[in-house]
């Protein structure tokens, strides 16, 4: 009976001391991110977040996401739970496999985490979108033509109003397009590109 006492207690504190999971560094030993976010040699040792400062055994080297994101900034809080999850300031979760955490040399000199942007499957979204922007196109249309033919709108404001009218005309038309139509030339993809830059 001892025994399975002991043997319970053994258990116990081995499984209590061992971390299911790893904290996925972005690049691999002995690099870090440089300002925009690539993997270079860097002679800076990798320095944990406070919290997990005697852990340097839970570090899972060369693991960044396959997805597009971002650097949390220093400025935002963020913790990492007893299951390997970044918890954001904001209350967002993220497992292992959609954050990892790097060193940022000559930008911040800090570590930081490398979220991945919520993927976005969902189609009608886009048809949402898309729509809005037409029909705020159509009700922009009915504005400029109103202000074009009614003599007392065509003051000194009334025409700054029709040049804002005709910008957001513009961009609003492009942002429609470019999220309902593929665009298979590069030139035309650009102009367009241009355009909403420049209009919005």
């Known amino acids: 009976m001892n025994l399975i006492i002991y043997l319970y207690f053994f258990i116990s504190i081995i499984l209590s001391s061992c971390y299911c999971f790893n904290i996925p560094k972005c690049c691999s030993n002995n690099e870090s991110f440089n300002s925009f976010g690539n993997c270079v040699y ?13 852990k340097s055994d839970i570090i899972e080297a060369n693991r960044k996401p396959t997805c597009t994101g971002y650097l949390l900034t220093p400025d ?3 913790t990492i739970n007893d299951n390997g999850q970044l918890i954001t300031y904001y209350g967002e979760i993220f497992n292992t496999d959609r954050y990892c955490i790097e060193f940022i040399s000559n930008l911040f000199d800090t570590v930081l985490p490398f ?16 729509s809005g922007y037409f029909i705020s196109a159509i009700f922009i249309t009915f504005t400029l033509i109103i202000y074009s033919f009614v003599p007392q709108l065509r ?11 005709c910008t957001i005309l513009i961009a609003f038309m492009c942002t429609g397009i470019v999220q309902t139509v593929y665009i298979k030339d590069d030139l ?4 367009i590109s241009k355009i909403i830059y420049y209009f919005v």
């Open 155 to 165: 003051t000194f404001q009334g025409k700054l109003m029709l040049s804002y009218l």
């Open 42 to 54: 860097t002679n800076v040792t990798f320095i944990l977040p406070n919290e997990f400062e005697n």
């Open 188 to 191: 035309l993809c650009q102009i």
């Open 76 to 78: 935002k809080n963020y």
């Open 115 to 130: 979220l991945c942007f919520k993927e976005v499957n969902d189609e009608t979204a886009l048809v949402i979108y898309s």
